[in-house]
């Protein structure tokens, strides 16, 4: 049996997430991913910004940055230019990352800095109040859309892909052992790596739709989600309202840390 303790702040528990919220279940995978890629907790640095899922580096026994709301990836971008030899992992949500962080998660991607993005999608800000977010569907209730949110949905994986990411994946929280391999492969990957995990908020989310049972957001999650093997055998019809897991773009591409230093070192020649 695998032994999280000690990967994790035994003093910080119990964690501050509700009943039946997904975070806990990326927490694991993350946790039994980084174990399975054989980096040492000195080498990776784990950075967060606001809201329910950057709560995970608080939990994780490794270098930690709690920042300010949407600025985990400017701060982590420091941390990668200060020591490019380190592997930096950025836990964020889909209105820290997409919303108020929208421009950073763009450029960072635009750029290709060795990040990796573990962006977790609950279609809501939970910690904050339960207003939308860029990913909120048509139509769903949130606080600050009490008969149904009229905006458009943000494709977060698809905007990583066209803004240049190296790496991008989508995984969920139901199918476990994909979430570990997708995050495995991002650690992995140098340049700009992404993956959006979908994982439930019962709370914030599923109460304002009809969705507050736990369960009943983990069987959306089964029934809605097609693996990317699967996915290439459905007929345009039956993918309709489905949801792509698995990897969706793996391109190798120049990393900015590394190109900096090229041109760095080619100026001091001068």
Request: glycine share 10%; proline share 4%.
């Amino acid at each position: 049996m695998f032994n999280y303790l000690e990967y994790v702040r035994e003093g910080n528990f119990p964690h501050i997430w509700c009943s039946g919220c997904g975070d806990g279940i990326v927490l694991k995978a993350l946790i039994r991913a980084m174990e399975a890629s054989g980096m040492s907790r000195d080498e990776a640095v784990m950075v967060s910004g606001i809201g329910c899922s950057s709560r995970t580096p608080g939990y994780v026994d490794i270098n930690t940055l709690h920042t300010t709301h949407g600025r985990a990836i400017p701060f982590a971008t420091g941390v990668k230019h200060a020591n490019p030899a380190l592997k930096v992992i950025v836990v964020t949500g889909d209105g820290d990352a997409t919303a108020i962080g929208g421009n950073h998660f763009i450029h960072a991607a635009r750029r290709n800095i060795d990040l990796t993005v573990l962006l977790y999608n609950n279609y809501i800000y939970g910690m904050t109040g339960g207003q939308c977010s860029p990913t909120t569907p048509i139509g769903s209730k949130a606080s600050t859309a009490k008969f149904g949110n009229i905006e458009p949905t943000f494709n977060i994986s698809g905007l990583a892909i066209a803004a240049g990411a190296s790496f991008v994946a989508r995984a969920d929280v139901y199918n476990t052992k994909q979430c570990e391999k997708m995050i495995g492969l991002a650690l992995e990957k140098k340049g700009f790596s992404l993956v959006e995990i979908l994982t439930p908020c019962p709370t914030a989310f599923g109460r304002r739709n009809k969705m507050a049972s736990p369960v009943k957001l983990m069987e959306w999650l089964r029934d809605n989600t097609v693996s990317g093997a699967k996915w290439e055998k459905l007929s345009e019809e039956d993918r309709e309202g489905k949801i792509r897991t698995g990897i969706l773009i793996d391109l190798d591409k120049p990393e900015y840390t590394e190109e900096y230093k090229k041109l760095t070192e080619k100026l001091r020649t001068v």
